[in-house]
């Protein structure tokens, strides 16, 4: 091994060897939701935004907060109501005056969308036209204000929290912006021994603190490694089959034509492809196997296979279609 390939293989080590401490600063704050802090780092590693649902009380915000405080980057919280206005969100010109001239002039002030980590909190409670604001930061990495454009500072990610419950006052997010979220994660209830240390933990005088852990250039790094995990080209098929599988209108399964109003499109073999390889570096693994695929088809499909009425007046959800997919598609050989 020469020893550029060397320096490379202890630079990859030394980032993985973080992301395990990392997590380990994590678990002093957050109790049990290993699968969820999972795929957190997985959007992060892959570059992408996410979107997280669970009923109150469960932690979302803290552990969002939480992962934003062991990354050395800037943090920015957005609590989202019925009356917020896009250019809260983007930012706004206000009008300056020059103190030596006299002379007025229009100053663009950046608003929260100016950060590295992005805290969308209760994101379905805003109007579809502040919503939208986010798009083109979300896909575009960078916002335009009065026909100028603004870059974003990278990395840059989005982390979104909805309340599955109180659908009163909520505006549901378009299709079109959910197929923007990479991972679409649902956060449960903890298990009886996490609840009772929970209990325990946070209504003692003790305050847990974590540490800086992660800079963004080393986010960065990781993301260049991502990319650069191989796959093979039997996998690859295998996602191709499975995404265009979801298709109603196109697919050979009896489930989907039954159950489903709309299937996925490219970007979900994208978002799988590209999350599989993080799960793999992020469990110190150089390939993608189909395991890691399998697991994160249904944060990536949940959001962008449609069910229709008929599903949901049965109790099924998209997993269920993913599920049922998942068990009848064989990996080519």
């Given at each position: 091994?020469?020893?550029?390939?060397?320096?490379?293989?202890?630079?990859?080590?030394?980032?993985?060897?973080?992301?395990?401490?990392?997590?380990?600063?994590?678990?002093?704050?957050?109790?049990g939701?290993?699968?969820?802090?999972?795929?957190?780092?997985?959007?992060?590693?892959?570059?992408?935004h996410?979107?997280?649902?669970?009923?109150?009380?469960?932690?979302?915000?803290?552990?969002?907060?939480?992962?934003?405080?062991?990354?050395?980057?800037?943090?920015?919280?957005?609590?989202?109501?019925?009356?917020?206005?896009?250019?809260?969100?983007?930012?706004?010109?206000?009008?300056?005056?020059?103190?030596?001239?006299?002379?007025?002039?229009?100053?663009f002030?950046?608003?929260?969308?100016?950060?590295?980590?992005?805290?969308?909190?209760?994101?379905?409670?805003?109007?579809?036209?502040?919503?939208?604001?986010?798009?083109?930061?979300?896909?575009?990495?960078?916002?335009?204000?009065?026909?100028k454009?603004?870059?974003?500072?990278?990395?840059?990610?989005?982390?979104?929290?909805?309340?599955?419950?109180?659908?009163?006052?909520?505006?549901?997010?378009?299709?079109?912006q959910?197929?923007?979220f990479?991972?679409?994660?649902?956060?449960?209830?903890?298990?009886a021994?996490?609840?009772?240390?929970?209990?325990?933990?946070?209504?003692?005088?003790?305050?847990?603190?974590?540490?800086?852990?992660?800079?963004g250039?080393?986010?960065?790094?990781?993301?260049?490694?991502?990319?650069?995990?191989?796959?093979?080209d039997?996998?690859?098929?295998?996602?191709?089959?499975?995404?265009?599988?979801?298709?109603p209108?196109?697919?050979?399964?009896?489930?989907?034509k039954?159950?489903?109003?709309?299937?996925?499109?490219?970007?979900?073999?994208?978002?799988?492809?590209?999350?599989?390889?993080?799960?793999?570096?992020?469990?110190?693994?150089?390939a993608?196997?189909?395991?890691?695929?399998?697991h994160?088809?249904?944060?990536?499909?949940?959001?962008?296979?449609?069910?229709?009425?008929?599903?949901?007046?049965?109790?099924?959800?998209?997993?269920?279609?993913?599920?049922?997919?998942?068990?009848?598609?064989?990996?080519?050989?």
């Amino acid at each position: 091994m020469n020893n550029d390939l060397l320096e490379v293989k202890q630079e990859l080590d030394t980032l993985i060897q973080k992301l395990v401490a990392l997590r380990k600063e994590m678990a002093k704050v957050i109790i049990g939701q290993e699968e969820t802090i999972e795929h957190l780092l997985i959007t992060f590693l892959a570059g992408g935004h996410a979107l997280l649902e669970g009923v109150p009380g469960l932690a979302k915000t803290l552990m969002i907060k939480t992962l934003a405080q062991t990354i050395d980057l800037k943090f920015n919280r957005v609590q989202f109501t019925p009356d917020l206005m896009p250019s809260d969100i983007i930012g706004t010109e206000i009008l300056e005056e020059d103190h030596t001239t006299g002379k007025k002039f229009f100053q663009f002030k950046k608003g929260p969308i100016f950060a590295n980590i992005i805290l969308a909190d209760e994101i379905n409670r805003t109007p579809p036209k502040t919503q939208a604001a986010l798009l083109e930061a979300m896909q575009e990495f960078e916002v335009t204000y009065s026909g100028k454009t603004y870059s974003l500072d990278k990395p840059f990610f989005i982390l979104a929290t909805q309340n599955p419950i109180e659908q009163s006052g909520t505006f549901p997010l378009p299709e079109a912006q959910q197929d923007r979220f990479l991972f679409y994660i649902k956060i449960g209830y903890p298990t009886a021994s996490e609840e009772n240390l929970i209990l325990k933990n946070t209504t003692s005088t003790k305050l847990k603190t974590v540490n800086q852990i992660l800079t963004g250039k080393d986010i960065q790094r990781l993301q260049n490694f991502v990319r650069e995990v191989p796959i093979s080209d039997n996998l690859i098929n295998w996602v191709g089959t499975l995404v265009r599988s979801t298709r109603p209108k196109t697919t050979t399964h009896e489930y989907v034509k039954k159950w489903v109003s709309w299937g996925a499109g490219p970007r979900a073999g994208q978002a799988m492809i590209l999350t599989a390889k993080a799960r793999a570096l992020q469990a110190g693994r150089l390939a993608v196997t189909f395991e890691d695929l399998k697991h994160v088809a249904y944060p990536v499909l949940r959001h962008r296979i449609i069910i229709n009425f008929r599903a949901e007046a049965e109790g099924l959800s998209a997993d269920h279609v993913t599920k049922h997919l998942i068990e009848i598609i064989k990996i080519p050989s």
